[in-house]
């Protein structure tokens, strides 16, 4: 009979192993409806009004500047919880650098 130790160390690699799997689903997966979500958020008329200069994606969160009507915001999109549910994105207070120019 297997002893708690033991159960309780399955239920830790497992739960460890879900998360690692969740963090490569979520950096590998396709992102256009995030993409779009972050372009709702900046209130972005139409795609070519606003164009994505960068972007950054980690398992936990994605990060987009977005150039708009002559200035850049940064739009961070993040799941509802921790690694699981749907993206919510809202626009921050840091500035975007325009498209096509080197830091």
């Given at each position: 009979?297997?002893?708690?130790?033991?159960?309780?160390?399955?239920?830790?690699?497992?739960?460890?192993?879900?998360?690692?799997g969740?963090?490569?689903?979520?950096?590998?997966?396709?992102?256009?409806?995030?993409?779009?979500?972050?372009?709702?958020?900046?209130?972005?008329?139409?795609?070519?009004?606003?164009?994505?200069?960068?972007?950054?994606?980690?398992?936990?969160?994605?990060?987009?500047?977005i150039?708009?009507?002559?200035?850049?915001?940064?739009?961070?999109?993040?799941?509802?919880?921790?690694?699981?549910g749907?993206?919510?994105?809202?626009?921050?207070?840091?500035?975007?650098?325009?498209?096509?120019?080197?830091?």
């Amino acid at each position: 009979m297997a002893s708690a130790k033991d159960v309780v160390g399955k239920i830790v690699m497992v739960v460890v192993l879900g998360a690692a799997g969740l963090s490569v689903y979520n950096v590998t997966s396709d992102n256009t409806a995030v993409v779009k979500a972050a372009r709702l958020a900046m209130a972005c008329p139409s795609e070519a009004e606003c164009q994505l200069s960068r972007y950054d994606r980690r398992p936990w969160e994605q990060r987009f500047e977005i150039f708009s009507r002559g200035q850049g915001k940064v739009v961070r999109c993040a799941p509802e919880y921790l690694l699981l549910g749907a993206y919510k994105c809202r626009v921050t207070d840091e500035r975007a650098a325009p498209p096509n120019v080197v830091r």
